[in-house]
């Protein structure tokens, strides 16, 4: 029998969110197998389907530039956190916002655009860092808003200063009301989209078919509860409305006011300030989302460089 080391029960924990006593007897079930313990754990309902959601992972920094009534917010990553603490891959980084800014947000753009502080290409200055510094770095993506009257408004989570941070958000606003106040209110509705993470601005914005896989779902799962059909379609509706709950920013329990949706503070705002507010759009980027992060062997690496 495969031996069940407590790394293998941490590693399969952390992967899950299930317990330490039910991961362990997951693996001791799969005879140590990682994926077949996740499934085990699935099929118990103790694990997320999103399981490797804790893996997703990589280093480098996210950063926000607001001018105006434009906002940019970039991400460049690096293979350590080493290396993004470094000043001049954070200078690097702040840089790319402001590019960001000038090129609409387009990386491609950004790449070409030619940087006064070197006098090269935006894509060459960073070569020429990847050279200095002897680590890999990507330019990885980068995001554009505008309004035509009303603010930009931004935050930083874990922010390390000039504008660095390991989650950039930005919310577009669009009304004629005081900017002050508007500014402050973004403020506050970007930190909500830093911490609940919405999909979606609104229900609208909702992809029809990501909805209907929901229902499929949600549909299987009441059939397996045994009541009449005309119950399992009313928990059905019960579940899209909680999903709608928890991946659409508008219909979102507001952080700071579980009572309220943040439609709703939208709108009780606008009545204070006495003039429409619009929600116009917001960008939210946490750094490494959807990256794998590499495993590292360091006594490996460093043997492999000694030649033995």
Sequence with gaps: MTEITA???KELRESTGAGMLDCKKALVEANGNMEEAVDWLRKKGLASAAKKASRIAAEGLVSVCVEGNKGAVVEVNSETDFVAKNELFQEYVADAAKVALLSSGEVCDMKTFHCPKCNKTFQERLTDLIAKIGENMNLRRAAMLQVNNGVIASYLHNSCGNNLGKIGVLVALESTADKAKLEEL??????????????????????PAAVEHEKAIFAEQAKASGKPENIIEKMVEGRVRKYYEEVVLEEQAYIMDPDKKVKQVIADAAKELGADIKLVDYVRFKLGEGLQKKEEDFASEVAAQLGK
């Design 7 to 9: 790394a293998k029960v």
């Design 186 to 207: 973004g403020k506050h509705i970007a930190m909500h989209i830093a911490a609940s993470a919405p999909l979606f601005k609104d229900i609208a914005s909702v992809d």
